[in-house]
């Protein structure tokens, strides 16, 4: 089991929704945070409900696809902390279009931000988890990385991708010996604002495809989400799927292997995407 009451938490992208969520929740329970965003409003909001839950907080402005930064920034957190037992690498963008309009700059942005983010808050933090003698790593992924739809290419590439490097994190941590548990979390429709801060190619209908996302797909609250990722990492899952739609398209992905591709193109016909 991981225990939380007393342990140091890192959280990245915690000026809104699930990051926010987390850090209020981690408080709540007793541990010391450490907040980042690159949003200073949202940041500052998340920083006085932290300390509202009881909590001791550090908040840092941070763009997490800036490695040099990321390293820096664990340092300051163990030299403030004095540890760091809990890493949640939650910090995430999206963009919409279709492979043959992106350009390569709009997908390296989204790898950069929500692979890269991972890699560089994984790699910068994981040598003061182990040395913390008990510590959990754990990275979000999205029902995206579990099976893949049109427009979503460049996001789907980097959830995918945080899932296999979590995976064999996991199995690494467990083969060297190392106090440290590993988790990867795959949300479903989340009621959050990284839909609403999304970008899309020329002539892509954001209005259209934000209504649709919270009217039809984001069913699970932030805070329900903070519930079931800690509940999970308490038990030191390798895997947390969050929200009925996450659980049942793992399903089908697992049942049908490739073949759940045609009928997510059929869907996505049907629904003008």
């Known amino acids: 089991m991981t225990s939380i009451p007393g342990k140091v938490a890192v959280v990245t992208g915690a000026g809104s929704g699930i990051g926010r969520a987390l850090s209020i929740e981690l408080a709540r329970r007793g541990a ?3 907040i980042s965003d690159v949003d200073p409003q949202g940041l500052a909001e998340t920083e006085v409900l932290v300390k509202g839950a009881g909590g001791e907080v550090k908040a840092d402005i941070l763009d997490v696809s800036q490695r040099e930064l990321v390293l820096q920034y664990a340092d300051e957190v163990v030299a403030h902390f004095g540890t760091v037992n809990l890493v949640f690498n939650n910090a995430g963008v999206a963009f919409t279009g279709d492979v043959e309009q992106m350009s390569f700059k709009e997908i390296d942005r989204v790898m950069d931000v929500d692979f ?4 560089n808050g994984t790699k910068a933090f994981l040598p003061h988890v182990i040395a913390s003698g008990e510590g959990h790593i754990i990275n979000i992924s999205s029902v995206f990385g579990l099976f893949a739809v049109p427009t979503q290419s460049a996001y789907n590439a980097a959830k995918f991708a945080v899932r296999g490097f979590t995976e064999a994190l996991r199995q690494e941590m467990k083969l060297r010996g190392r106090p440290v548990q590993v988790t990867t979390v795959h949300p479903g429709g989340i009621k959050t604002n990284i839909v609403n801060n999304s970008t899309g190619v020329d002539g892509f209908d954001h209005a259209k495809m934000a209504s649709d996302f919270n009217a039809k797909l984001a069913r699970t609250s932030p805070e329900k989400a903070a519930h079931v990722i800690l509940t999970g990492v308490e038990k030191n899952k390798a895997k947390v799927l969050i929200g009925t739609d996450a659980v049942i ?3 089908v992905v ?3 292997g490739s073949k ?3 009928l997510v193109t059929m869907f996505s ?3 003008g995407v």
Do not use: F, K
């Open 269 to 271: 016909r049907r629904n």
């Open 116 to 119: 890269g983010g991972v890699v």
């Open 254 to 256: 697992r049942i049908l």
């Open 260 to 262: 759940y591709q045609p």
């Open 32 to 34: 010391l945070v450490a």
């Open 249 to 251: 398209m793992d399903s």
